[in-house]
């Protein structure tokens, strides 16, 4: 296995803008190869259903173009206050993970704390911070944007550092 390049979709989860990024490791370098977001209509404008399938099948889509060893998704995180965004983001997820299962890419949850924790070494880190990592690590021109794509770029390599140390890449 080492040496190995892995070929990791990582997914920022969201109903509205569900960030996406592929990156390829290998031997502790890391190449991105798409970025994006998949964007459904605002609430009220499309019912939850046919989001849902858009979100789905877009996820098909970039699984069956980029043939992903791996798919590292965001955990979701809610304050009690707002439940019902955490209601709606695990319909989000919950599409998401049935593409994998699909494809038989294998799904591995990180939270955001150890995504932040595993790129800048700090689990508090705020969203310029990682911006910032993620383009420094990817030596990508410019801070990926909007955030739903860092985060996604990010939580790609959170699972290539983990796969690494896991492995011997």
């Not at 910032?132 to 770029?153: C, E, F, H, K, N």
């Amino acid at each position: 296995m080492r040496g190995q390049a892995l070929k990791i979709l990582g997914i920022d989860p969201g109903l509205i803008r569900s960030g996406y990024g592929v990156v390829q490791a290998a031997q502790g370098r890391f190449r991105v190869l798409e970025a994006g977001f998949v964007a459904t209509a605002a609430k009220g404008r499309t019912p939850l259903e046919k989001r849902l399938s858009a979100i789905h099948e877009s996820i098909c889509e970039i699984i069956e173009r980029q043939k992903p060893e791996a798919m590292a998704v965001e955990q979701l995180y809610s304050h009690y206050a707002h439940p019902r965004t955490a209601i709606l983001m695990g319909h989000a997820r919950g599409v998401i993970f049935l593409a994998a299962s699909k494809h038989g890419v294998p799904v591995i949850s990180y939270s955001a704390t150890q995504v932040k924790k595993s790129l800048t070494g700090n689990g508090r880190a705020g969203k310029q911070q990682m911006q910032r990592m993620v383009q420094t690590v990817l030596g990508l021109g410019a801070l990926p944007s909007p955030p739903d794509v860092a985060d996604a770029l990010a939580v790609a390599l959170c699972h290539a550092n983990h796969s690494a140390n896991v492995r011997g890449l």
